[in-house]
Structure formats: C-alpha cells, structure tokens
C-alpha cells in the first residue's frame, strides 16, 4: 500500500476506495447499495483481515461520506472505533516523531467533522464523456521542481511525456498512456532527433516467465500460443523493462497549468527492448497531485530504482526467482486439469 502523507486520503488504497466511492456516487447509484457492494467488495478481496487497510477503508469511507452528505451511521461508528481507541494510530508509531503528531493531527480532524451535524446531501449531475485532447506523438513538459532536480541525479530540468496510446479509466473518462524522459538540461527538444537523444525513465520490469500474463479467461492455451509468435528480448538483468504510464488526466482540473507543449513527435524512436503488457490494466497508473508534483515524485523513485538500479533484486537476481509460476509449469497445471477424473 503506498503511503506518500499523513492525510486521510494520503495513500493508494484510501483514495482507491474514495475513488470507487465516487464513481458510483456520480453514476448515480443509490446511497446505500453502493456503501454495501463497496463493503462486500473489500471484505471479498480479504482486506479486513489486516489492521492497516482495515483502518483505512473505515476512515476514508467515513471521510468521503460526510464530505458528500451521506455518513453512514455503522460506518461513522466503525471509523470513530479506529480513531478513539488509538488503534490506528498505534500503527504510526515507528514513523519519525513529526510524521506522528501529523497523523495524530488528520484523525483528530476527522473525528471532529465526523462528530458535527451531518452535511447538506450532495447532487451529482451525470458526468460527461472527458479527453484531454492529447494526440499520439504529443509531447508536454514538465518543469522539475527546484528541491526535486536534485535528486535526480541528472542535469535535466524537465520531464518530457510523450502519448503513446489511450485508455478507458471510467466510462466517461479516456486518460492518456505516456512516455516519460528527462530532458538534456534546461533546452527542450526542437526536434525528434533531438528528442530521441533524451533519456527515457523506465518505469518498472515484468519477469519473462510471466511474459504472457495476464491470462483473461477463454482458451489459455490458443491465448498463449497466439502471444508466443511476438517477440520478447530481456535486458542485461533478464528481465523485460516496462516503460509505459497511464497518466491519470481525468479531468481539466487536476492537469498541471504550467505543462508546455514540446511537439508532436510521433515517429520517437521508442525504448529500447520495451515489453508492452498485454493488457493496459497492467500499466503502471499516476496521478498528477498537485501541479504535477506527485508524478514528479514517482518519476524520481521509478529513476533510481531502475535506471540507477537501486532496486534491490538489480544486484540480487535470486530475488527474482521468488513467487514465481513459470509458463511451462502453468500450461503442465492445465493439462493435469484437464484430463478427466476416473
């Protein structure tokens, strides 16, 4: 579970299920319906077998509720259980004494929204279909921040995000699947060429046993004979490095103002040995944050872990051997499977 803050909706899965919340909310759903399949949903997925994410679901549930007029008086009870018995906080004691005094802090304020009148009921209209208009080859900047450059052990002043491809990450909503490399310094490229000479940031890696994965049902067999005729190549590491972003622009509002329009450079050449998923939900998703400043922060952490190798499994390959079922194995599984039971 990815944490970046000590705010209530300051982690992946809280703002998973205020996301999720929020979707049906605005389909117009009823109010409670979508309360309990959302309960079910999580408790299906185990979830509320660990304390963390427990305590997370309550609290950014409750959170979300009153913020729209809707607060659940189970759930209220549930959230205000996590808060006032300490539990959750317990849970923050090995973080830095600041780190703890702020989160002390967020649950406090919660308790007291969620202890006060109940908010005026929020009416959603039904949301309109929503692009942000980027095209294939389109290329923005992104100004690194004065604090953030630094740690990019580069000299680039800029991310450069290319769109690749598109996605459907709501009915309504279509978000852009992006590129993403520094820049040669302070200049922005004037060209493809001089584009093509910028360091790409490779986002993540998938291991080739499970190259063909995610198998979505139907015949795996025909499914895997038909992905086997394309061609995979694994870097020095044996691994095959993803470069692809689905950048989550899902609306005006949350796209940086000060993003500058490089060009449109469709013919880039594209990265080197890139292993494209088979399926787009298996593409690493971002958030811009505000002005763009969490995408800069996981581009960063994505930077050092793989183009600076700093991941541990980069100088400790047996790591990458762990958990995993290789395809040979799984289609060996199948047969088993298959042949009928006397």
Not at 310 to 337: A, H, R, T
Request: charged content about 30%; some cysteine; aromatic content about 12%.
């Amino acid at each position: 579970m990815g944490t970046w803050g000590t705010g209530i909706f300051q982690s992946d899965y809280a703002l998973d299920v205020k996301d999720t919340y929020m979707d049906r909310i605005r389909k117009g759903e009823d109010d409670e319906s979508v309360m309990n399949s959302l309960i079910a949903e999580y408790e299906r997925e185990g979830d509320f077998n660990y304390d963390d994410t427990r305590y997370v679901f309550w609290l950014a549930l409750a959170y979300i509720q009153w913020k729209t007029g809707r607060l659940d008086s189970m759930v209220k009870e549930r959230a205000l259980s996590c808060i006032q018995d300490g539990s959750e906080l317990e849970l923050w004691k090995g973080e830095t004494e600041t780190t703890y005094r702020h989160r002390k802090k967020a649950l406090a304020d919660l308790e007291e929204a969620l202890l006060s009148p109940q908010r005026k009921r929020t009416v959603y209209r039904q949301p309109k279909d929503y692009y942000c208009g980027w095209e294939i080859g389109d290329v923005y900047a992104l100004k690194i921040s004065e604090e953030m450059q630094p740690l990019f052990d580069s000299k680039a002043q800029y991310l450069l995000i290319r769109t690749v491809d598109t996605d459907k990450w709501q009915p309504w909503q279509t978000v852009p699947i992006v590129h993403v490399k520094l820049s040669n310094g302070e200049a922005l490229p004037k060209n493809v060429k001089e584009y093509d000479e910028c360091e790409y940031i490779q986002i993540g890696f998938t291991r080739y046993e499970n190259r063909f994965y995610p198998l979505e049902g139907g015949n795996d067999k025909e499914l895997i004979a038909e992905r086997s005729k394309v061609k995979f190549e694994v870097n020095e590491y044996g691994v095959l490095p993803k470069y692809r972003v689905t950048l989550l622009s899902t609306c005006k509002r949350v796209i940086p103002k000060s993003l500058i329009y490089v060009g449109n450079f469709a013919d880039a050449v594209p990265p080197k040995q890139e292993f494209v998923p088979f399926s787009k939900k298996n593409i690493r998703a971002e958030r811009w944050g505000e002005n763009g400043r969490d995408f800069e922060n996981r581009m960063q952490q994505m930077y050092h872990e793989h183009n600076l190798h700093e991941l541990e499994v980069y100088s400790n390959p047996e790591l990458l051997k762990k958990g995993v079922l290789p395809i040979e194995l799984f289609m060996k599984f199948m047969e088993i499977c298959e042949k009928p039971r006397l």
